[in-house]
């Protein structure tokens, strides 16, 4: 496979991903991960998660490119023939849909959501299920929501601490979504900036997560002056942002987001800069979904590839 014209630039810094071993987990929490790192996915210790929970945090427009793609059968059938290390999802679908799919595909359940119908400035997102429905659901892991940033964050504090209570109770492994968002954050350099998303991964570690998601920081250099001192005087490469942010994340696994459908040519590249900078994997949802599945199935076959040589 060759990542056409862009060539992945090493990192300045020294940083490698979080080994399980030195993770400090209880048995059942290990047991859950090492399926979805070894037994599943790529299957060398890295992950490569399927999410469909965009139909309640964008609604159903994002189903539009690929209509056959509202059926979360569409999904699932992608995570099994794909080989992914795992499928998130709200509860409701998981209920509905992923009976025939026990066993063939390690399940994240998300337990909290919102629209995005209300602003974003105090954002909040409720839980929708419980560690408990995961453990009856066979779940390998759950993932939660945390606005970094947001007014609303002392109670999305207080929520997760009881999240990570029963998860340490179920000994179900945790996947935090942290996610910067309000007012605050816009007016220090915005949602992707490395000051941002580098604070997102530090409190993720901090709170508890024994995995977080966080979107690769965009560094737009008209917002440069806005970011606090002395993140408005980085001068941080796409690959050394990434080896930050995966630095402040400490002993927990981090997997980057792929966001929107891209280019084939984009996505890989990014893929591969993410993994070649200690993320332990990958999410990636619409940018795969939104294509027909032959494509889909494609895609994901290189990105595996990749993976495996990481």
Not at 178 to 184: D, F, L, V
């Amino acid at each position: 496979m060759v990542v056409a014209e862009k060539a992945v630039k090493k990192s300045s810094m020294k940083v490698r991903r979080p080994n399980l071993e030195e993770m400090e987990l209880s048995l059942g929490k290990k047991t859950r991960l090492y399926r979805m790192l070894y037994e599943h996915g790529p299957g060398n210790g890295t992950l490569l998660i399927l999410p469909i929970d965009q139909g309640i945090e964008h609604g159903p427009v994002d189903f539009f490119p690929n209509p056959e793609s509202e059926d979360p059968e569409y999904q699932y059938r992608l995570a099994v023939e794909g080989g992914y290390s795992a499928i998130a999802l709200h509860i409701g679908l998981a209920e509905k849909y992923s009976r025939k799919y026990v066993g063939k595909v390690p399940l994240v359940l998300k337990i909290n959501g919102k629209s995005n119908i209300p602003s974003d400035e105090n954002a909040f997102s409720p839980l929708t299920a419980t560690v408990e429905d995961a453990v009856r659901l066979g779940a390998d892991a759950v993932g939660y929501t945390l606005y970094v940033g947001s007014p609303a964050q002392d109670r999305d504090i207080r929520q997760l601490n009881e999240v990570r209570f029963d998860c340490e109770r179920f000994a179900m492994p945790l996947i935090v979504w942290a996610y910067p968002r309000g007012s605050a954050i816009e007016t220090k350099g915005g949602r992707d900036s490395v000051y941002a998303v580098d604070y997102a991964a530090r409190l993720a570690c901090e709170f508890g997560a024994d995995v977080v998601k966080l979107n690769v920081p965009k560094n737009k250099e008209e917002k440069m002056g806005d970011m606090p001192k002395p993140y408005n005087t980085l001068k941080l490469s796409y690959e050394d942002s990434i080896a930050k942010v995966v630095t402040a994340a400490g002993r927990t696994m981090v997997l980057f987001s792929g966001g929107s459908k891209q280019s084939d040519d984009d996505l890989l590249h990014k893929a591969k800069a993410a993994m070649d900078n200690g993320a332990t994997g990958l999410i990636f949802g619409r940018n795969m979904w939104q294509r027909k599945h032959t494509d889909a199935l494609k895609i994901t076959s290189q990105v595996k590839k990749l993976m495996l040589e990481s």
